[in-house]
């Protein structure tokens, strides 16, 4: 399973990005798809995360600004980003999991940086 993440840049403070996470399957019809972000010196947080039925949950910053969402053939995740704030700069990893005998399976996309400006 391979997850190629886009959509990263520079935007200034108020601007939006849409990140896009295509994989090489319908791998979010039997997994969880999430995005993640890790900037400078701080832990990886979970931003927001779409169970296979369709569940959203967002990291209380974002509420309201971000949606995550898939395509109909859930082989592509994105995350749209409004409103973005200098604190949201981190760099974005998209990520599909599931629970499994033996334990959680994960894969995981490259990062893509995301820059707000003030």
């Known amino acids: 399973v391979q997850l190629q993440a886009s959509g990263g840049g520079e935007v200034q403070a108020g601007g939006s990005l849409r990140l896009s996470c295509a994989a090489s399957?319908?791998?979010?019809?039997?997994?969880?798809g999430a995005w993640y972000r890790q900037a400078p010196g701080r832990q990886r947080e979970a931003v927001a995360t779409?169970?296979?039925?369709?569940?959203?949950n967002y990291l209380d910053s974002v509420k309201g600004r971000f949606a995550i969402y898939r395509d109909r053939a859930k082989s592509t995740l994105y995350l749209q980003m409004n409103s973005l704030k200098p604190e949201d700069t981190a760099v974005y990893y998209c990520?599909?999991?599931?629970?499994?005998?033996?334990?959680?399976?994960?894969?995981w996309g490259q990062g893509t940086q995301v820059t707000v400006s003030s």
């Open positions: 779409i169970t296979r039925a369709g569940t959203t």
């Open positions: 990520n599909a999991n599931r629970v499994a005998v033996g334990g959680r399976i994960e894969y």
């Open positions: 399957g319908s791998i979010f019809s039997t997994n969880t």
